[in-house]
C-alpha cells in the first residue's frame, strides 16, 4: 500500500510538498505573450467568503460592490470595467465560495461561470491570515486548469500578528504569479493590475496531478470522460469520485454513461479499499495535506504568540452565556435608539421642506387638476417616503456598522437557536432584523440565505416585521384612542405581535408548504475588524438608495394612480352648493353629514350645534370645501369601491371609509394616513403636522375626529392590527416578486398576508364586541 | 400469504431501492435517479446497477431523462415489501416497545431476512396478543411496563446498533459535541449525509485534524469551534456526527494511527 496514501501521512509529513506535485511551471515569461494582448481581458475575482474580494474590486474599478465582515455578502456576480494601458481590464466580482462542489448556489454558480464564460485571468484571492483554508479552494481552481494569479490579501492582519511570508516560493511551488495586497487600502493594487495584464494569455499552465491510487484511478477515468463534458475531463473525474451530481447528470444523455459509472462505482470501492475511508474525503484530505504542507513551506516567521487576540477577547464577552444576550439586547435598544431619536429633527425638517414645496406649487398655479395633482397626488405621497429618510438611513448606517465589525456573524451565531425553532437558518435573523427599518432592502438581504426553502420562508414572513412605513399608522392610532401611559406599552407589544406571529407563520410555512431538510448550519466565524468610516457610510447610501428608489419609482407611480382614483370620475356640481344656494335643506342625511364635520373641525364648538336646524348659516368656505372634498370622494372610484368592499371590512368593525383608507395603504402603509385624512376631508396641510410632531394642534385634529367618528377603542386596535397584518405594500410584494423569481410569490405573500391579517382582526373584534356586551 | 414468498427472490438492498422508488413515486409521482440518490444517500454510480439489476428482472423500467418506472410486478414487490416493514414497525414499537427510531431501522433489515413463515406467526402472534383473555394481558402489561422503564434510563438497542454499522472501535467514540469549552480533540471520523460531509470536508474538517471547542452559544445550540487556524460554527446535530479518537488509540482496527503522535 502506498504509504502517502493513507490520510495521516498527508497531514504530518514535512517533506517538501509531499502529496500533491504540481508541475512548478513559474511564471510566464512576460516579454513573450505581452504582444498578442487581447482587447479585452476579462478577469473573474474567486476566493472564499470574507476574503476580501468585492473591496479588492472596488479598489480595481472604483466600484461600489457590497462589503460585510460576514461570509456570504455578494451574492451575484457584478462586474465592471475600466482602461489599463490601451486594454480594458473586464472584472467580474463572484460570490464567495470555499470549494466547487454542487452543494451550493454560489459554487454551482462560481463553477458554471469560470467553465463557460471561460475568463482570460483567474484573480484568486485569498485572506492571507488564513491560508490554508483559503489555499484549499486555489487547489480545486488549479485542477480546474484555469489561469491564475493568486492574491494574497489582508497582508497588514498578516504583518500585525509578526508573520512573514516567503511569496515568491509560493509562487514557484503553485505555478502562477502572487501578488500581495491590502484591499482595504488599496496597497498592491497596481502591482496586480500589471501582473494580470501580464498573465493573459498565458498557456503554460500547472497542472495538478494526484499520486497513488487517487491518481491512478482519475488517469483511468480521464479517457472515459473525454469529451463528454465542458469540464476538464481530470476536473470531472475527481468530482465524478467525490459523488458530484451535477457533473453526473451532464453526462447523463451519453450512450456510455452507465459504463462510465460501473468505473466510477469501481475506482471508488478500490480506493475505499486502499485508503480505508470514502474517496472523498481522500481528496480533501489530499487537498489539505498539500495546502498545510505548502503553508509550513512557506512561513518565514510564524505567528508570535504574544500577540493578544482581540477576537478571542470581544468573543468571551460577546458570546458569553449570561452576558451575550444582555449586550445584545442593548445593541438592538442602541440601534432603535439611534434611529428614531436622532432621526426626528431632520425628519421635522423634511416635513416643513415639503410643506413649502407645496405652499410654491398652490401660489404658483392656478387651482386646475395639474395643481391637484402635483400637491395631493406626487408631494404628499412621496413625501410621506420621504419623510423617513432620516430613520431609514440612521437605521441602515447602525447595521452597516454592525455587519462591518463582524459582529452581525454572532447575532446569527447566538440567535440560531431561536430561528432553527422556526425551521430556519441563523442568517435568517439579519434581513428580519433590517424589516424593522423597510421590508425593501429586508427582502434583498435575504440573499445571504443559501438554502432557497428557508429564504422564501423568510421572505413571506419578513412583513410581519413592523416597517417604519407603519409606525405612522400607529402614531396616529395610538394616542387618538388611548390615554398616554398606554402609548409606549401598546407600541412595544405591537412590534412583539408582529415577531409572534412571524415565528408561527414559519413554523407553519415550514411544515407545509417549504417543507424539506435544513440547510446545515455550518457558517465561519470572521475575526472582528474596525470598520472604515467610508465602508459604512457607503453602505448606507446603497440601501438608503434602494429605499428612495421606491419612492422615486413605485411609490410615484401609484401616488398618481390614487389620485386619479381619488378625483375621477370628477363631480361637476356638489350638493352642497346647490343647497347652500337654495337655503334649504332637503336632504336630512347630508345636513347630519355637515354638523358632524363642523363639530368634528372646530373642537371647542358646543356639542348643541348639532341641533341645531339652519347649520349652512355657520358653514365658512374652508368647510364648505371640506364637505366637496367628502361627496368628491363618494363619488369617486375609491369611494365606489370602498362602498363595495365595505361587507368584507364590516366583520373587522370598519366602515367604508376606513376600507377606503387601507386601499391607499396597499400602495404604501403610509399613505393609509393621508388617505384616511382626505375621507374624513381635512386639509392636506393638517395631515402632514400628524405626521411629523406629536404636539401639534393639528395633529391633535384628526385624532379628536378619528375619535369622533369611532368612539370605541376597539377599533383603534382593529386598525392597527390590519395595518401590522395584512396588505404588504406594493414595493415589498414587487421586490418578492423579483427576488423569489416569479411573480406567484408576490401574490401568494400578498394574498396569504391579508387573510391572516383579516381572520386575526376579525376574532379580536368579534370577541372584543362580545366581551364589551357583557 | 402467497404472495409474501415472492419477497426475498430479489437481494435486500434492491428492495430497498424498489421501497424508495415506490415512496418517491407516491410523493412526486415520479422518480428521477437523482432522487433516489439522494434519498438513499447513496452514490449516482450505485443506482445505475441497481436500476440494471431491477430491470433485468423485470420490475422497472427506464423512461426517458433518468426517470424510472415501476412495473406492475416491481409495484406489487414494493408494496409488499412496504407493508412487511410498517407491520414489522408497528409490532417492534407497539409490543417490543422499541424505541420508534430504532424500530424504523430494524424494520428495514427484518423486512427482508424474515422467512414468510416467521412473518404469518408474527401476524398471529400481534393478533392473539390483542384479542386474548385478560390474564395474560396483565402479564404482558407488566413485561413492557419493565421495558419502558428502562428505556428512560439508557437505551440498551442503541449499541447494537452503532456496532453493526459502523464497527466496534467507533461505537462508543466521543463525539465533538462531548467536548467541554476549551478543551480540544482529533477528528476520526465524519458520519453524516453525503452533503453534510462534502461540507466539512470542505471546511477542513478531515481525520487528524485536531479541533478546539471554543464554546457553545448561549441559548445551547450552535457551538464554535477552532481548527487550521480559523473559527467556525456548527449546529449541535451537525458536530455530533464528527467522531474523535480516543486519547489513547488502543484498537487494532487502524494500526497506523499510532503513527500519530
Ligand atoms: N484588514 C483588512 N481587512 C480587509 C482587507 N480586505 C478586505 N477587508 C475587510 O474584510 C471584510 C470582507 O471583505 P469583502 O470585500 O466583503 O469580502 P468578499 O470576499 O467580497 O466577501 P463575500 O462577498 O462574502 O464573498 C470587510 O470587512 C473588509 O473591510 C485587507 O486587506 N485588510
Ligand atoms: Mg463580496
Ligand atoms: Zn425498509
Ligand atoms: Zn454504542
Known amino acids: ?774 | 400469504m402467497a404472495e409474501v414468498n415472492k419477497v426475498g427472490v430479489i437481494s435486500e438492498s434492491l428492495e430497498d431501492y424498489l421501497e424508495t422508488i415506490y415512496l418517491l413515486i407516491q410523493k412526486q409521482r415520479f422518480a428521477r435517479m437523482k432522487d433516489i440518490a439522494d434519498d438513499r444517500n447513496v452514490s449516482m454510480a450505485s443506482v445505475n446497477s441497481a436500476m440494471k439489476r431491477l430491470a433485468k428482472e423485470g420490475l422497472v423500467e427506464h423512461a426517458s431523462r433518468g426517470i424510472v418506472l415501476l412495473t406492475n410486478e416491481g409495484e406489487n414487490l414494493a408494496r409488499m415489501v412496504l407493508r412487511r416493514h410498517e407491520f414489522v414497525r408497528d409490532f417492534l414499537v407497539s409490543v417490543l416497545r422499541v424505541p420508534e427510531a430504532i424500530a424504523e431501522k430494524d424494520a428495514c433489515s427484518f423486512e427482508h431476512f424474515m422467512s414468510p413463515e416467521t412473518f404469518h406467526r408474527m401476524v398471529t402472534f400481534f393478533e392473539f396478543i390483542t384479542t386474548c383473555g385478560m390474564d395474560i394481558q396483565t402479564h404482558f402489561d407488566d413485561y413492557r411496563k419493565h421495558y419502558d422503564n428502562l428505556e428512560a434510563r439508557d437505551n440498551p438497542c442503541n449499541h447494537m446498533h452503532c456496532r453493526n454499522r459502523f464497527g466496534a472501535h467507533w461505537a462508543h467514540a466521543r463525539r465533538l459535541t462531548d467536548l467541554k469549552p476549551g478543551e480540544s480533540g482529533i477528528v476520526g471520523r465524519i458520519r453524516a449525509s453525503h452533503r453534510i460531509r462534502q461540507r466539512l470536508i470542505d471546511m477542513g474538517v478531515l481525520p487528524h485534524v485536531e479541533v478546539t471547542l471554543l464554546r457553545v452559544a448561549p441559548l445551547g445550540d450552535p457551538i464554535e469551534i477552532k481548527l487550521r487556524g480559523y473559527n467556525l460554527s456548527l449546529r449541535k446535530d451537525e458536530a455530533s456526527a464528527i467522531l474523535l479518537h480516543d486519547d489513547t488509540p488502543e484498537s487494532p482496527e487502524t494500526d497506523t494511527e499510532s503513527a500519530h503522535e
Not at chain 1, 127 to 145: F, H, I, K, P, W
Not at chain 1, 318 to 335: D, N
Request: charged share 15%; glycine share 8%; net charge neutral.
Open chain 1, 1 to 774: 500500500m502506498n504509504p502517502s496514501l493513507s490520510p495521516e501521512t498527508n497531514n504530518h509529513r514535512t517533506e517538501a510538498n509531499p502529496d500533491l506535485p504540481l508541475e512548478s511551471v513559474g511564471i510566464a515569461p512576460s516579454t513573450a505573450v505581452a504582444s498578442a494582448k487581447p482587447a479585452v481581458i476579462r478577469i473573474a475575482l474567486a476566493g472564499n467568503p470574507n476574503s476580501g474580494k468585492s473591496s479588492l474590486f472596488n479598489k480595481l474599478i472604483g466600484g461600489n460592490q457590497h462589503v460585510g465582515n460576514y461570509p456570504g455578502v455578494t451574492v451575484e456576480k457584478y462586474q465592471g470595467c475600466i482602461r489599463y494601458h490601451g486594454s480594458v481590464l473586464e472584472f467580474t466580482d463572484l460570490p464567495g465560495i470555499y470549494s466547487l462542489t454542487s452543494y451550493s448556489q454560489e459554487e454551482i454558480v462560481a463553477r458554471r461561470f469560470l467553465i463557460h464564460d471561460r475568463p482570460d485571468v483567474i484573480v484568486n484571492v485569498i485572506d492571507a491570515s488564513n491560508l490554508e483554508r483559503n489555499l484549499y479552494l486555489t487547489v480545486q481552481l488549479l485542477e480546474m486548469g484555469l489561469n491564475l494569479v493568486v492574491v494574497l490579501n489582508m497582508m497588514d492582519e498578516v504583518r500585525k500578528k509578526g508573520m512573514v511570508f516567503d511569496t515568491d516560493m509560493l509562487s514557484r511551488r503553485l505555478g502562477c504569479p502572487v501578488v500581495e495586497t491590502v484591499a482595504s487600502h488599496g496597497e498592491g493594487i497596481h502591482r496586480l493590475k500589471q501582473v494580470v495584464v501580464e498573465a493573459c494569455g498565458n498557456t503554460d499552465l500547472p497542472r495538478v496531478n494526484y499520486t497513488g491510487v487517487l491518481g491512478e484511478e482519475v488517469a483511468r477515468l480521464v479517457p472515459l470522460i473525454q469529451g463528454k463534458t465542458p469540464y476538464p475531463p481530470g476536473f470531472a473525474a475527481v468530482k465524478l469520485l467525490e459523488d458530484d451530481r451535477e457533473v453526473a447528470e451532464e453526462m447523463h444523455s451519453d450512450p456510455l454513461f452507465a459504463r462510465l459509472c460501473d468505473e466510477v462505482a469501481v475506482s471508488m470501492q478500490r480506493i475505499e479499499k486502499e485508503s480505508g475511508t470514502g474517496s472523498a474525503i481522500v481528496l480533501g484530505d489530499k487537498r489539505y495535506g498539500f495546502a498545510s504542507g505548502l503553508v509550513r513551506e512557506i512561513t518565514i516567521r510564524d505567528k508570535e504568540e504574544t500577540v493578544r487576540n482581540m477576537t478571542e477577547t470581544i468573543d468571551t464577552i460577546v458570546t458569553h452565556r449570561l452576558l451575550s444576550l444582555p449586550f445584545f439586547a442593548l445593541t438592538m435598544y442602541l440601534t432603535f435608539w439611534i434611529t428614531f431619536t436622532l432621526g426626528t429633527p431632520p425628519m421635522e425638517w423634511i416635513d416643513s421642506g415639503l410643506a413649502l414645496v407645496s405652499q410654491f406649487v398652490l401660489n404658483a398655479l392656478p387651482d386646475t387638476w395639474l395643481r391637484s395633482l402635483l400637491v395631493d397626488g406626487i408631494i404628499a405621497g412621496v413625501g410621506g417616503v420621504i419623510v423617513f429618510l432620516p430613520n431609514i438611513v440612521l437605521l441602515f448606517m447602525c447595521i452597516a456598522f454592525l455587519e462591518d465589525t463582524g459582529y452581525m456573524a454572532r447575532i446569527a451565531f447566538i440567535m440560531d437557536r431561536v430561528m432553527h425553532h422556526m425551521g430556519l437558518h441563523g442568517r435568517s435573523f439579519i434581513p428580519l432584523m433590517i424589516g424593522f427599518g423597510c421590508t425593501v432592502p429586508a427582502i434583498m438581504a435575504t440573499r445571504t440565505i443559501r438554502d432557497r426553502r428557508g429564504r422564501l420562508t423568510t421572505m413571506m414572513i419578513l412583513p410581519l416585521m413592523s416597517c417604519g412605513a407603519r409606525l405612522p399608522i400607529y402614531l396616529m392610532i395610538i394616542p387618538a384612542f388611548f390615554p398616554k401611559n398606554w402609548h409606549a406599552p401598546i407600541l412595544w407589544s405591537i412590534y412583539l405581535l408582529g415577531v409572534a406571529l412571524a415565528f408561527f407563520v414559519a413554523i407553519f410555512l415550514r411544515k407545509t408548504l417549504f417543507r424539506g431538510e435544513n440547510e446545515p448550519f455550518v457558517m465561519e466565524l470572521p475575526p472582528y475588524r474596525m470598520p472604515t468610516v467610508n465602508m459604512v457610510l457607503r453602505h448606507m447610501w446603497d440601501r438608503s438608495w434602494m429605499y428612495l428608489r421606491k419612492a422615486g419609482t413605485i411609490i410615484l407611480g401609484f401616488s398618481i394612480l390614487l389620485w386619479f382614483l381619488l378625483n375621477f370620475p370628477q363631480k361637476k356640481t356638489y350638493d352642497v352648493d346647490t343647497l347652500v344656494a337654495q337655503g334649504t335643506h332637503p336632504d336630512l342625511r347630508l345636513q347630519a353629514r355637515v354638523l358632524s364635520l363642523i363639530n368634528a373641525g372646530q373642537p371647542a364648538a358646543s356639542q348643541s350645534a348639532v341641533a341645531s336646524d339652519e347649520p349652512s348659516r355657520n358653514l365658512t368656505d374652508g368647510q364648505i370645501e371640506n364637505i366637496r372634498r367628502l361627496e368628491q370622494l363618494n363619488h369617486s372610484i375609491t369611494g365606489r369601491i370602498g362602498h363595495v368592499i365595505e361587507p368584507l371590512v364590516r366583520p373587522m368593525g370598519f366602515d367604508w371609509k376606513i376600507g377606503t383608507a387601507f386601499l391607499g395603504a396597499f400602495a404604501a402603509k403610509e399613505l393609509f394616513v393621508s388617505q384616511m385624512g382626505i375621507i374624513l376631508a381635512l386639509g392636506n396641510n393638517d395631515i402632514d403636522a400628524i405626521t411629523s410632531a406629536d404636539s401639534t394642534p393639528s395633529g391633535t385634529l384628526l385624532r379628536i375626529i378619528l375619535q369622533r367618528n369611532y368612539p370605541n377603542p376597539l377599533i383603534g386596535i382593529c386598525i392597527i392590527l390590519f395595518a401590522l397584518i395584512a396588505t404588504p405594500c406594493m414595493a415589498t410584494v414587487a421586490i418578492t416578486a423579483r427576488e423569489a423569481g416569479h411573480w406567484i410569490w408576490g401574490v401568494l405573500q400578498w394574498s396569504g398576508l391579508t387573510v391572516l391579517g383579516w381572520l386575526v382582526t376579525t376574532i379580536v373584534y368579534q370577541i372584543g364586541t362580545f366581551i364589551q356586551s357583557l
